[in-house]
């Protein structure tokens, strides 16, 4: 099974700051998506990124994918109090007979103070 | 649309018993996954259904099983549960395989085993 180590676990930050969440890994992830989940909700997806070196960007939000396919990145420009939640990135891997099995970093918990 | 639905939302057991676990996926999707969710793990990947076919397994004892309807409806069963087993369940419906496309989470269903 592949592992993605994302960083950090906790952000707290002031609005209008501007902020970076990472997800890493030693494997080759064939796309990796990043969801954002609310308490009492599911995760809902934000971004698939699957081109190495890909960037993405949804208003205030940049989502990179690494040339290697091995690691990514959320850039959050001006956060809002309404950017508050649990960030968490998901690769699904390459081949072999867990094709298209996601995996799910531990995710980031963002609190965005007004 | 109707979106991903899951049965019941809450939910109390006792070690030992077993828990059934419903889902509905929207309409047209055929893929179905489950997820176990909790502090310490994160989000876990159970299994993945696709077309009454199980198509993708995590890494969970034989305990945790699962199946899917011709109407691509979804049940999870956890046997002889343990205090660990404590955990959101999500389940994740696409209309493909889930690694081919978009998966809607739904709400959850919360287990607590006492």
Redesign the interface.
Known sequence: ?QLLEQSPQFLSIQEGENLTVYCNSSSVF??LQWYRQEP??????LV?VVTGGEVKKLKRLTFQFGDARKDSSLHITAAQPGDTGLY?C?G?EAGGT??????????TILTVHP | KAG?TQTPRYLIKTRGQQVTLSCSPISGHRSV?W?QQTPGQ????LF?YFSETQ??K??FPGRFSGRQFSNSRSEMNVSTLELGDSALY?C?SSVG????G???????TRLLVL
């Open positions: 099974t064939s796309s009492g909700e599911g995760p809902v997806l698939t968490l998901a699904s867990s094709y298209g099995k996601l995996t799910f970093g531990q995710g | 991903v996954s997820y994160g989000l876990q990947f993945e198509r993708n995590g890494n999500l994740a395989l889930a690694a081919l978009t998966q809607y989470f739904g709400p959850g």
